[in-house]
C-alpha cells in the first residue's frame, strides 16, 4: 500500500481500490457478520444449556432458567436467521436467498439458503461488482 493518503482521488476510485472490494463489498461484509452470528449462536446452544444447567442445577429449581435460556436463544436464533436468510441482494435489492414462484401451479416461495447465486438477478454469491467490468 504505497502512498494511498496523500494521493488524492478525484473519481477514479476504480483505480486505486484494491482487488476484491467493488461496491457490494459492504453488503457482503454485514451479510458474512450476520452468517457468522448465526453460526456461533446456533453452535452454542447445547454447549450454552450445558452451561447454564451446571451453573445453577437442574434440580434446585433451575428448570425456569434454563426454559428461558432457551427461549432467548430461540429468539436470538429467529432475529439473527432471519436478517441472514432475508439478506437483500447488493445489485437487485431482492431477497439473494428466497423467490416467489408465481407460476399458477406453484404460487409460493421458493427457499434456497445455499444459493450460489441471486435468485433475482443471477449474481454470484460473494460477487464484489457486477459481472460486466463496464
Ligand atoms: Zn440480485
Not at 504505497?2 to 457490494?24: L, S
Request: with cysteine; proline share 7%.
Amino acid at each position: 500500500m504505497a502512498g494511498g493518503r496523500g494521493v488524492r482521488a478525484r473519481g477514479h476510485r476504480a483505480a486505486v481500490t484494491p482487488q476484491g472490494e467493488g461496491p457490494y463489498s459492504t453488503a457482503w461484509r454485514r451479510y458474512r457478520q450476520w452468517s457468522w452470528a448465526f453460526w456461533i449462536v446456533f453452535g452454542l446452544y447445547l454447549p450454552g444449556l450445558a452451561f447454564v444447567s451446571r451453573t445453577l442445577g437442574w434440580t434446585r429449581g433451575g428448570g425456569n432458567a434454563i426454559f428461558y435460556a432457551a427461549l432467548v436463544w430461540m429468539i436470538a436464533c429467529t432475529i439473527i436467521g432471519y436478517r441472514k436468510w432475508n439478506f437483500g441482494c447488493p445489485r437487485c435489492g431482492e431477497l439473494f436467498f428466497r423467490k416467489f414462484d408465481a407460476r399458477p401451479w406453484r404460487m409460493s416461495w421458493q427457499h434456497n439458503p445455499f444459493a450460489r447465486r441471486c435468485m433475482h438477478c443471477g449474481l454470484p454469491k460473494w460477487a464484489t461488482r457486477g459481472p460486466d467490468p463496464r
